[in-house]
């Protein structure tokens, strides 16, 4: 078995695995700012997983988001009582809007994907995985230019995480068979 597997197994339960090191981690990331681009991932295994590489056009972004509902904004102007509630927001997930709000900071680069890495009772913490559109290296591999070509794919709900949010990663019971 690799390398991997164990760290893999690690980060099945943080809290209990990582212990003080976990707890150290979050301490220094609440007082750094919400986006954070870091040299090397947190989680090796998982990064490597969704397609990380260790090369240049690649960056990586600790993003924070911070938890609880999001609420629609109030409704201006009369209506009767039925149509003026407010109900939360459950579109998106949190890991959806860490990769928004990742692009929206670095406007030239794709998210490619992104992994979960911590939360507290306040923030969850997610990695993206960005792509340089110009940098030579991402333009010469043929699977990372078909990625880099969708622009706007986070918020088209292209990703991994999109997908999911939409629906469209279903197995088994409940998915319907395409013929």
Sequence with gaps: MGMYK????????????????????LILWRKQPVTVRI???????????????????????RQRVGRGGRMKPKTAGGRRPKRSSRNKVVKKSYQWVAEE???KKYSNCEVLNSYYVGEDGKHYWYEVILLDREHPNIKKDMVLKRIVKQKGRVHRGLTSTGK???????????AEKVR
């Design 6 to 25: 164990y760290v893999r197994d690690l980060w099945k339960k943080p809290k209990k695995n990582l212990g003080e090191v976990q707890k150290n981690r």
């Design 164 to 174: 999911k949010t939409r629906g469209l990663r279903k197995k088994g019971k409940g």
């Design 39 to 61: 040299k090397k991932p947190t989680r090796i295994d998982r990064a490597r997983s969704l397609g990380y590489k260790a090369k240049q056009g690649f960056i990586l972004i």
């Design 101 to 103: 709000r990742a692009v």
